[in-house]
C-alpha cells in the first residue's frame, strides 16, 4: 500500500463519479504545455470544491492561489449565472495560461483573475467594500496562510467556509519543530483557526494522487 494504491484508486474513484470533462482535462494539458508546475488539485478534490460551493448556495468566491485556474473552473462551475469568483495568482504567466482555460470553460463572465501578491490584491479587494464571499479557497505561498485567514474573516460573513490546501505535508504538520516554512505556515494557520472565537473547523487527511496531505474546513460561526 502506498502511492501507486491512493493514484490508481483516485483514477478508479474519478473515472466512476468525479466526472472530469473535456475542459478540465485540456485545463491541465494546456497549463502542462506551458510549463506550469502539476500542483493543481486532485480531480476528486475539485469535485469535493463543487459541491461544498453548492451546498452552501454560494454566489461569490475568493479564491488565493489560480495557477492555470483548475480549481477555479471546479468551483465557478458550482455558482448561478450571476455569480462570481475572485482568483489571485503573482505570476502573469499563470494567470494568462489560466484565462486562456477560463475563456475555453466558458466562463469569462464569471471568474476574474487578479495579478499581483495576494497580499496586495487582499488589500486593495479590501478597499472595495466588496458583498462579503460566500467560500473562500487558499492554495498560494504557504507561508502567507495565517495573513489569509485574517483577511478571509474580514471579507466573509457569518456561515461563509474557509478551504485550505496542503495543511497535513506528508504528516510534516504534527511535527511542532519543523524547520520548513511551509510546515510553519500551515501550523501558525491551523493554530489561529482553533484559537478564534468565532471560527469552527476541521482537518480531512487525504491521500491520491497528490501524495497524503489534506484540507483545512472552517467555517464562520452565524
Ligand atoms: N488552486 C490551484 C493551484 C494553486 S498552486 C489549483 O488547484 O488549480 C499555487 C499558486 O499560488 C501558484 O500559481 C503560485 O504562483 C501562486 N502564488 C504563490 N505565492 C503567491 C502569492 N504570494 N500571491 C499570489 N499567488 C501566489
Ligand atoms: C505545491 C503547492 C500546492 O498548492 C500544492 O497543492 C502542491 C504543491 C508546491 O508549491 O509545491
Ligand atoms: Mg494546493
Excluded: C
Excluded at 458550482?78 to 475555453?104: D, Q, Y
Excluded at 520548513?180 to 494557520?189: E, L, M, T
Amino acid at each position: 500500500m502506498g502511492q501507486s494504491q491512493w493514484t490508481e484508486v483516485d483514477e478508479f474513484l474519478e473515472r466512476l463519479l468525479v466526472g472530469e470533462d473535456e475542459v478540465l482535462a485540456a485545463a491541465i494539458a494546456a497549463s502542462q504545455r506551458a510549463g506550469l508546475p502539476p500542483i493543481q488539485i486532485s480531480a476528486a478534490q475539485g469535485k469535493l470544491l463543487y459541491l461544498l460551493a453548492k451546498t452552501l448556495g454560494a454566489r461569490r468566491v475568493l479564491e488565493i492561489g489560480t495557477l492555470g485556474g483548475y480549481s477555479a473552473i471546479w468551483m465557478a462551475r458550482a455558482l448561478p449565472s450571476s455569480g462570481h469568483l475572485i482568483s489571485l495568482e503573482a505570476s502573469p504567466k499563470h494567470a494568462e495560461v489560466a484565462s486562456a482555460n477560463i475563456t475555453r470553460a466558458g466562463l469569462v463572465g464569471t471568474v476574474e483573475i487578479r495579478v499581483g501578491l495576494a497580499a496586495d490584491s487582499l488589500a486593495a479587494l479590501g478597499g472595495e467594500d466588496p458583498e462579503p464571499f460566500d467560500m473562500v479557497f487558499i492554495d498560494a505561498d504557504k507561508a502567507g496562510y495565517p495573513h489569509y485567514l485574517e483577511w478571509a474573516l474580514k471579507l466573509t460573513r457569518p456561515g461563509s467556509l474557509i478551504v485550505a490546501d496542503n495543511v497535513v505535508r506528508g504528516g510534516a504538520v504534527a511535527d511542532a519543530l519543523s524547520s520548513d516554512s511551509n510546515v510553519q505556515g500551515v501550523r501558525a494557520y491551523l493554530e489561529s483557526v482553533a484559537a478564534h472565537p468565532n471560527l469552527e473547523g476541521t482537518v480531512m487527511q487525504t491521500v491520491g494522487v497528490k501524495g497524503y496531505d489534506g484540507l483545512s474546513i472552517v467555517r464562520v460561526l452565524e
